[in-house]
């Protein structure tokens, strides 16, 4: 009973401290989570419909990876007895069903040891990728929001601040794209630098710990290139206000601790994800005409006032540079021009540093368009030669856009009069832009605009085909998309401008602005959220194939029109659709096309269909397009199986000469290995009796009993990493088995005579320190966050902070 009683008197007093301390914010977190609502409630736990446009990365990727961890979670599989000894839940760290098969915990997109991953794995697939999104939405929204209303805001400009965040273009249209990941590591971006400034500000651990703990989240969400760019615009964020903090050097160690802290909390995907890069085509960074694409295009700044100059529309394509969602800067007029008055509040020299911070960050994202700091950053800074998307940088800039405008509102709502300059220079500005579209709309622009889109064109940038626009209609009607979008972004500078002298007289109006900058980003998100029918997407076509081809039956197939839907149906295939795949299949796949295995990355155009090294790959069968159709052909009936024995090996280091050898028709693939070391045991060259029974398998791990009658190697079919390893079980006759590359890009397993039960298991690189790092990390700063008395002795805080 005084358990009970405690209990209660603890959840009372939890009530009333967030009731008495948090009661003015909570009615504008629910208008923020009200908003995301009215936007993803539709589909939200669908079945079938998720949003996104189709082609895009759900469409293409996405479902399929979470079809494969709502299979492993829930066990919905079709169970056969090789499979029985699975248990009940499996977290599969390797993915056998593309590429041959690579490391899935590696693969930092797969997010799977994200906390909202494990939640939503158990719900259907479509409903779990719409969740995220809304959650992911709503998270950004409420880290704005907090970190604004800790600056001191009202919280009516918080959550202005809070809409533009979520719903601007530098983060929604993101969900356009349905970039799962980005989604995840962007959300938790306001979260890291509130952490920083009240650790300047205070000099509390807690600060630390959240911005560090943000970042870990950043790190599980799945992209590292936000992570890290994250860390590069904190460290620029830093530099520039260190000048307010008190205690400067204390405050530098502490800025310094919060990275170090994050990858302890996050070392247990950090860890494997930096094991399986060392082993990825990302090895050594990405070539520089690779990492170079994709920086935002200067003329892109157009979009902060007319989101759909450059098309992207129903009507017209999207014809600028690059891609519309990561070049899309929009934050809603009314927005803009809050943030210019928020900018314009700060003394000079805070003026200055805002705006040095804002230019920082669009240098960045400007990438190879600025060639000589890009050369700089991409020779000079660590890892950053490993990312390409340098315009991913825009994010941040839409992210202290919004805190900007959150602190204009909140001027005009402490009563400061807007100044007639402001008002004059949106109704100037709006009307130029209102003459410029009705000029464009006229026959004499047709010249100019095609000059424009013709400069597109030659950058090789646009990635919109030249055929497009030779289609009855569409040059007429780019020009008038164009037109059009001026039109509207200058009508809606000139309405804010009207409203923002009208401010001056009646201050009530300022609420019509706030609505105006909130309707306006909502309609920009609202026309932003396609969805589509799972049930319709390529890969679904495939059903009635599998129903007669069982794919567990171990056969391979290049899937040249879904690669990544070979996860839906646990059909394994020897390509896909990102950055994970192994170097050293890569460079063995770019072989068969008769390109230069150096020049290996993540994409290649399979045009070459070589039967003999397919066939060692097990491929069996290609999927490719007829009509609207996908039509499957069988390729290399006498594909390999997954194990077989050899006895007759020959030792090559080198993997051109490895190549060639396995190119040669006069090589027997199913007699003869390659190998890059000699074996131990040394098969004997003679004929052996064996037998392969498979007691056991799950994604990661093939329990096996082998007999021979002499010594002899097992060869598996699937992709050797330095990480899959052999375990002698009771009842073997060898004591170690060694996992050795065969074939430059499989596995052998030397064995000696007599009978063999091992079991072949995919053990991460630094998975288990990780682990262990991550939860003593966790553990520490608890105890830390629990005990003033030990932050005291470890002087983390000044006595009067506590």
Request: charged share 15%; with cysteine; glycine share 8%.
């Amino acid at each position: 009973m005084n358990k009970m009683k405690r209990l209660w008197a603890w959840i009372v007093a939890a009530a009333q401290w967030v009731w008495g301390g948090y009661h003015a914010h909570l009615p504008w977190c629910a208008g923020l989570f009200a908003i995301v609502m009215s936007l993803f409630c539709w589909h939200l736990f669908s079945k079938d419909v998720v949003y996104s446009k189709p082609g895009t990365d759900v469409y293409s990727q996405y479902i399929y990876q979470q079809h494969f961890l709502h299979a492993e979670a829930t066990r919905d599989l079709p169970m056969t007895p090789a499979w029985k000894e699975i248990p009940p839940f499996n977290l599969p760290l390797w993915n056998p069903y593309t590429y041959g098969g690579h490391s899935f915990v590696g693969d930092s997109q797969a997010a799977l040891f994200y906390p909202p991953t494990w939640f939503v794995s158990f719900l259907p697939p479509t409903a779990a990728i719409n969740v995220l999104m809304a959650f992911h939405t709503f998270v950004i929204g409420l880290g704005l929001y907090m970190w604004a209303a800790w600056r001191g805001l009202r919280p009516a400009a918080a959550f202005v601040g809070g809409v533009l965040a979520m719903l601007g273009g530098t983060y929604f249209m993101h969900v356009y794209a349905g970039h799962m990941s980005n989604l995840g590591s962007m959300a938790w971006a306001p979260f890291v630098f509130w952490g920083i400034d009240g650790w300047m500000r205070s000099h509390r651990f807690k600060w630390i710990v959240l911005a560090a703990g943000a970042a870990a989240l950043q790190i599980y969400a799945g992209h590292a290139q936000y992570a890290y760019y994250t860390a590069i615009t904190a460290g620029v964020y830093s530099l520039i206000f260190l000048w307010q903090a008190e205690r400067r050097m204390a405050t530098v160690l502490g800025l310094l601790a919060i990275y170090p802290l994050a990858a302890i909390f996050s070392a247990m995907q950090l860890l494997p994800s930096y094991g399986a890069m060392m082993e990825s085509v990302r090895a050594g960074g990405a070539g520089l005409e690779f990492a170079k694409m994709f920086g935002l295009p200067p003329e892109n700044l157009l979009t902060t006032i007319a989101p759909w100059f450059y098309g992207g529309t129903e009507k017209v394509m999207y014809w600028g540079r690059c891609y519309l969602w990561e070049m899309q800067l929009y934050m809603g007029v009314a927005g803009l021009a809050f943030a210019a008055f928020g900018v314009g509040g700060f003394k000079m020299n805070d003026r200055l540093r805002w705006i040095g911070l804002l230019a920082a960050v669009l240098l960045l994202a400007f990438g190879s368009n600025v060639s000589a700091l890009y050369n700089i950053l991409y020779k000079m800074v660590p890892f950053y030669s490993s990312f390409r998307g340098a315009s991913k940088f825009v994010f941040f800039a839409g992210l202290f856009g919004s805190l900007l405008a959150a602190m204009g509102v909140n001027r005009l709502l402490n009563k400061e009069k807007p100044g007639v300059g402001w008002g004059a220079a949106w109704l100037g500005l709006g009307a130029c832009c209102v003459l410029a579209g009705i000029w464009m709309g006229t026959d004499g622009a047709l010249d100019g605009w095609k000059s424009i889109l013709n400069s597109m064109i030659d950058s090789n940038e646009s990635y919109l085909h030249k055929n497009y626009w030779v289609q009855s209609g569409v040059m007429e009607a780019g020009v008038a998309t164009s037109a059009l979008a001026l039109r509207i972004g200058g009508g809606l500078l000139m309405v804010a401008g009207a409203l923002w002298l009208a401010a001056r007289k009646v201050p009530q109006v300022v609420w019509a602005l706030c609505l105006m900058a909130v309707v306006d980003v909502y309609i920009f998100a609202y026309k932003n959220l396609p969805s589509f029918k799972v049930s319709e997407i390529h890969g679904m076509q495939l059903q009635e194939f599998f129903a007669k081809n069982d794919p567990r039956s171990g056969y391979r197939a290049l899937n040249l029109i879904a690669p990544m839907s070979g996860m839906m149906w646990r059909s394994e295939g020897i390509w896909g659709n990102e950055p994970s795949v192994l170097k050293r299949y890569s460079e063995f796949m770019t072989f068969t096309q008769g390109l230069d295995p150096d020049g290996a990355t993540q994409n290649l155009n399979i045009t070459r269909i070589d039967q003999r090294l397919f066939g060692l790959l097990r491929c069996r069968f290609i999927f490719h397009p007829e009509g609207n159709n996908i039509k499957a052909t069988p390729i290399a009936p006498e594909a390999m199986g997954r194990f077989y024995i050899v006895s007759n090996y020959e030792v090559m280091k080198s993997r051109d000469e490895i190549f060639k050898a396995l190119a040669n028709p006069q090589f027997d693939l199913k007699q003869k290995v390659i190998l890059e070391q000699e074996p131990n045991p040394k098969p004997e060259p003679q004929s052996v009796e064996y037998t392969v029974r498979l007691l056991g398998a799950s994604t990661d791990q093939w329990t096996l009993e082998v007999t021979c009658n002499r010594a002899t190697m097992l060869v598996m079919t699937d992709p050797w990493s330095r990480d899959w390893r052999a375990v002698t079980l009771p009842g073997s006759v060898q004591t170690n088995y060694d996992v050795l590359p065969a074939n430059y890009i499989l596995r052998a397993i030397p064995l000696a005579q007599g009978r063999h039960v091992f079991r072949i298991e995919y053990v991460p690189w630094g998975l288990a320190t990780g682990k262990k790092a991550t939860f003593a990390g966790i553990a520490f700063a608890v105890c830390l966050l629990a005990f003033p008395s030990w932050r005291k002795k470890l002087r983390i805080e000044p006595p009067e902070a506590e």
